[in-house]
């Protein structure tokens, strides 16, 4: 499983920018960012480098945050792969809360990233012969 920060920032211009500089000045790398809006507030996703520095120095920046496993499956570039990992999570009846799509920098291969509450999913998956990732 990955660490995932999710965090809680005002919808007003600039506010990715400045959530990015923190990063940049504790010297931590983004690998993915997800940015979701509402009318006043959004939730960023972002995996990192260090998930644990990047959680302090938020913090200390004063933002709301906090650290979410996540699985990521590694995926070949063909039409249908994910269709395929969906069919088999709603067999096995696992409930997704959300799902984005990330790239592997070492294979170059899309990566399934997404959230479930349900533990037993990690090893479901494997089962089935899929990659999961501890980085991308």
């Known amino acids: 499983m990955l660490n995932q920060i999710s965090l809680f920032a005002e919808n ?6 400045c959530i ?12 993915t960012m997800l940015a ?5 507030f959004g939730i960023i996703r972002l995996i990192v480098t260090d998930p644990d ?3 302090k120095a938020l913090q ?12 990521a499956i590694d995926m070949s570039d ?3 792969t ?13 409930s997704i809360d ?4 990330s790239y592997n920098r070492q294979t170059s291969t899309p990566v399934a990233v997404f959230k479930t509450s349900e533990p037993e999913t990690e090893t479901f998956l494997r089962g089935k012969g899929y990659i999961l990732l501890n980085s991308i």
């Open 98 to 101: 959300y799902l984005y799509i």
């Open 82 to 94: 994910l269709d395929g990992i969906l069919s088999n999570l709603q067999e096995a009846n696992v």
């Open 12 to 17: 007003k211009k600039g506010a990715l920018r």
């Open 53 to 55: 520095k990047a959680l």
């Open 20 to 31: 990015t500089s923190v990063l940049a000045q504790a010297h931590i790398n983004i690998y």
């Open 36 to 40: 979701n809006d509402s009318a006043e």
């Open 78 to 80: 063909a039409p249908g």
């Open 60 to 71: 200390d920046a004063g933002y709301q945050c906090r650290l979410d496993k996540v699985l």
